[in-house]
């Protein structure tokens, strides 16, 4: 069965560690894609101040030399919070017959549990957790998800013979890099280059004046 990756984030600005991690996991499982969706309205995040448009056009820069990521903005077409139980549940009946991956960093994985309706999460998609750099080099299972975890080298074939179920883990970690840490320092001098973003992403985001100080 073909298996898709499913990228959601902030995004806020895209940058290196998402484009590393997305080529690491392409690399992995062999998705034949994985689609890239902004999160219109953060559930678990304060409304960022750049608008879902702005970051949803930077994501389309910065991927558009990959084919297999696409971006995906089903997202921004939807009012309220954006919960991924709602994006899985319209990806399902898009792509009735692949597997579907849901990736996210580590850091999301240790939140999951406050997730709307997180343990319904698997009913629909295969789960695979990256490491991050700065976070503990151990990644954790939540007791929910026991027996559910397979091993990285078995991962491809095992997530391509079911259609959702099943959890693994990519010790790999992607360069340690966080939006968080790049909107500061272009708050902090607009006019320095930050080279952890593509740049065509830091072009945009001079063209737009965005996140500078007001
Ligand atoms: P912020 O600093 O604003 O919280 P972020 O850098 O974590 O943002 P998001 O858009 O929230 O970026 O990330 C989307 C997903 O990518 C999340 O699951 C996050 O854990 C993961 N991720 C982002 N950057 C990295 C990284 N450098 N290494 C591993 N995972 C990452």
Sequence with gaps: MEVIGIFGGTFNPIHKGHLVLAETVLDTL???QIRVIPAAVPPHKETPAVTAQHRAEMVKLAIQDQPKLVLDT????RQGPSYTIET?????????DQA???IMGQDSYAKLPTWHRWLELLNYCHLLVVHRADKEKTLTLHPQHEGKLVDIATAPQA????ANGLISFLTQAPPDISSTRIREQLSQNGEMTITDIPPRVWQYIK??????KT
């Design 100 to 102: 579907l991956c849901l």
């Design 159 to 162: 997530f391509a013979a079911q």
């Design 207 to 212: 063209e737009n004046r965005l996140y500078q």
């Design 30 to 32: 062999h998705c034949t």
């Design 88 to 96: 899985l549940h319209l990806l399902r009946t898009r792509f009735p």
């Design 74 to 77: 089903c997202e921004l077409d």
